[in-house]
């Protein structure tokens, strides 16, 4: 049984940085694509980033381009999403996810999911 767990979220300040990670067990790490998704009060689940099982491909919303960074440990079997620059807007219960196929924006190429993580950037 793959399990997620999510860890890093919190309260920061507008302009603040934060750091989430993601640990993977009960499968081998290496065999997922991993992404990022976030969904806010009200919202729809939203996409976020998405890295390739080597770690070569990486793919943003455009809304978080260049802001957040994600980057994965295959030896440690965790997935990271470093967010700078944060807005308000950010505000939202993060979700990681590992899926069996190529990387992918869509939730639905995604097989297992953490249980979330709160961030709340207050302006």
Do not use: H
């Not at 309260?11 to 969904?39: E, H, K, N």
């Not at 079997?77 to 996810?97: F, G, H, I, R």
């Not at 190429?109 to 950037?121: A, R």
């Amino acid at each position: 049984q793959v399990q997620l767990v999510e860890s890093g979220g919190g309260l920061v300040q507008a302009g603040g940085s934060l750091g989430l990670s993601c640990a993977l067990s009960g499968r081998t790490f290496s065999s997922y694509a991993m992404g990022w998704f976030r969904q806010a009060p009200g919202k729809e689940r939203e996409f976020v980033a998405t890295i390739s099982w080597s770690g070569r491909n990486t793919y943003y919303a455009d809304s978080v381009k260049g802001r957040f960074t994600i980057s994965r440990d295959n030896a440690k079997n965790t997935v990271y999403l470093q967010m700078n620059s944060l807005k308000p807007e950010d505000s939202a219960v993060y979700y990681c996810a590992a899926g069996f196929g190529p990387q992918s924006s869509d939730y639905r190429g995604y097989n297992y999911w953490g249980q979330g993580t709160q961030v709340t950037v207050s302006s």
